[in-house]
């Protein structure tokens, strides 16, 4: 299923946990409905870029959330969240800085272990926090700049 010009519904679903330990991470109409908001923001990010986007992690059943030891609380479990490369852009850390540069509306960016970008979208009718995070083996922290 076309959920936007570029992405798809099993991009936001692929998931090689929930494959390997047997989670159906089948989304229900309401997260679909999510998943469409969230692939039209990638969209956004996409242009931004100027680059393709791989996603690999997009929605995240409550099951699949905690066998990867994620928060109960995070956005994936709702369909508001993207874990992506633009390896045609540049680094991850470069990535987080042209979106923090521009107008999109991301609730939580995050430049995460130095290899890929979480975004994440606020809920409908909630005003997005635009909040910027590093999270390595240093712990987590504001901004995107390396620990020296």
């Known amino acids: 299923m076309q959920l936007s010009e570029n992405f798809t519904l099993g991009e936001f679903l692929r998931s090689e946990t929930a494959a390997r330990l047997g989670i159906d991470n089948t989304p229900s109409d309401e997260i679909i409905n999510a998943l469409r908001r969230n692939a039209a923001n990638m969209e956004g990010v996409r242009n931004v870029l100027g680059v393709p986007i791989h996603v690999s992690s997009g929605y995240r059943c409550l099951e699949l959330n905690r066998a990867l030891k994620s928060k109960d609380t995070s956005a994936h479990v709702h369909g508001r969240a993207t874990d992506f490369e633009a390896p045609g852009f540049g680094s991850p850390r470069a990535v987080c800085r042209q979106i923090e ?13 130095g290899r890929w970008v979480h975004i994440g979208w606020a809920a409908p009718g909630e005003m997005p926090r635009r909040q910027t995070l590093t999270i390595d083996e240093h712990g987590t922290r504001n901004g995107f700049e390396a620990v020296s």
Not at 104 to 111: N, S, V
């Open 101 to 113: 540069a521009s107008p999109i509306p991301f609730d939580q960016l995050i430049h995460e272990f």
